[in-house]
């Protein structure tokens, strides 16, 4: 199998470049045909030299997965399914096995969703999920690996849209803060002058509060932030989020308010409704209290049924009814739109499945 080039800092390049008798110059010009120019080959690369080029193909490639089925839904929401192999491939190779000595392949997805003038890809971080949240499909399937940068980075380069894409949501499939080495990878690519050159305004990533990670990413990026709230009070948390019982919600909470989100830096909080369990005055009351002084968001998201989750979706005027509570209490609250429902590419319904 060839080594992927996607995923390599110019440093990095440059090491590769000289190792195959290429000038160490030639790491920045490869940096930009992978990361500005977003060629599919090294053959692409026409200031190497043709040796140079023959002999760096020998031994890599640049590494961009095409996808094998994409589906696109009415409202335009476009859902990519790429194969992942599972391997043992070293930290920043191909993606990681939990299965020693055993090559598997596995399905990720990555969903592009237009709005306005803004095309956003939600991207995956892992195939599959150990975090087991009761009401999200990814959960339901288990861990199969955690993606490399290259793996991520090839989910934005792979698109259609690659040119036009203006936002990304780390939300898709996966806990980004359970594979941070890769996704701060993947970070730093995207906002690097010789990367992607992206603003940090661009970049959102979502956590359910892997509390030393969380510390890392707020100390490492200047990107948004979106945390899964879900439940204000502990056991109900826990009942459905298993994540509550190693870091608790409130622990989350004290760390964010550590840093400054009062200027460019964002903080929301992702509300899913389930009807009866999480969606009455006290929830919002609570939900008050735990954010009270910080500056904030709370987006309130319609739950998507799945199987074996004993909750449905809150209905509209309960949430606007819940909405309209916060928001007087001085929390700013909305309601998300769905987006992607008919495709299964609204949040918690990614599993990576084949359309049949
Ligand atoms: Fe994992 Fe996120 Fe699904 Fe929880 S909601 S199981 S963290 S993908």
Same mark, same amino acid.
């Given at each position: 199998m060839k080594k992927k080039l996607l995923g390599k800092t110019p440093t990095e390049l440059k090491?590769?470049?000289?190792?195959?008798?290429?000038?160490?110059?030639?790491?920045?010009?490869?940096?930009?045909?992978?990361?500005?120019?977003?060629?599919?080959?090294?053959?692409? /690369?026409?200031?190497?030299?043709?040796?140079?080029?023959?002999?760096?193909?020998?031994?890599?490639?640049?590494?961009?997965?095409?996808?094998?089925?994409?589906?696109?839904?009415?409202?335009?929401?476009?859902?990519?399914?790429?194969?992942?192999?599972?391997?043992?491939?070293?930290?920043?190779?191909?993606?990681?096995?939990?299965?020693?000595?055993?090559?598997?392949?596995?399905?990720?997805?990555?969903? /592009?969703?237009?709005?306005?003038?803004?095309?956003?890809?939600?991207?995956?971080?892992?195939?599959?999920?150990? /975090?087991?949240?009761?009401?999200?499909?990814?959960?339901?399937?288990?861990?199969?690996?955690?993606?490399?940068?290259?793996?991520?980075?090839?989910?934005f380069l792979a698109v259609d849209e690659t040119f036009e894409l203006t936002n990304t949501v780390f939300m898709g499939m996966g806990e980004p803060l359970d594979n941070w080495e890769n996704v701060r990878r993947a970070i730093e690519i995207l906002t690097a002058d010789w990367g992607f050159g992206w603003s940090p305004k661009r970049v959102t990533l979502s956590t359910i509060g892997v509390i030393p990670n969380l510390r890392r990413y707020l100390d490492e990026s200047r990107c948004h932030l979106a945390v899964s709230l879900h439940d204000p009070f502990p056991d109900e948390r826990e009942s459905i989020m298993p994540v509550e019982k190693g870091y608790h919600i409130r622990d989350v909470i004290d760390l964010i308010r550590q840093y400054d989100f009062t200027g460019q830096r964002r903080v929301s909080f992702e509300y899913t409704m389930f009807s009866g369990f999480n969606d009455t005055k006290r929830h919002a009351d609570a939900i008050v209290q735990l954010l009270k002084g910080l500056e904030c968001r709370v987006n309130l998201i319609r739950f998507h049924k799945i199987p074996d989750f004993p909750y449905s979706t809150t209905s509209t005027a309960m949430m606007e009814a819940f909405r309209d509570r916060l928001t007087r209490s001085g929390i700013t609250a909305t309601i998300r739109a769905s987006r992607g429902e008919d495709i299964f590419a609204a949040c918690g319904l990614l599993a990576g499945a084949h359309k049949q």
């Open positions: 090491d590769i470049a000289v190792s195959c008798g290429l000038p160490a110059f030639t790491g920045k010009q490869i940096a930009q045909w992978l990361y500005v120019k977003r060629v599919r080959s090294i053959e692409e /690369m026409t200031n190497l030299s043709k040796t140079g080029r023959a002999r760096l193909a020998e031994e890599y490639e640049v590494g961009v997965t095409a996808p094998i089925d994409v589906q696109t839904s009415i409202d335009g929401t476009r859902k990519y399914l790429f194969p992942v192999t599972c391997t043992h491939d070293g930290a920043l190779g191909a993606i990681e096995s939990v299965t020693p000595g055993k090559l598997e392949t596995a399905a990720i997805e990555a969903v /592009m969703i237009p709005d306005d003038d803004r095309k956003t890809l939600c991207v995956s971080s892992q195939s599959g999920c150990k /975090m087991g949240c009761h009401f999200c499909m990814t959960g339901r399937q288990g861990f199969h690996g955690h993606l490399s940068a290259a793996d991520i980075i090839s989910q």
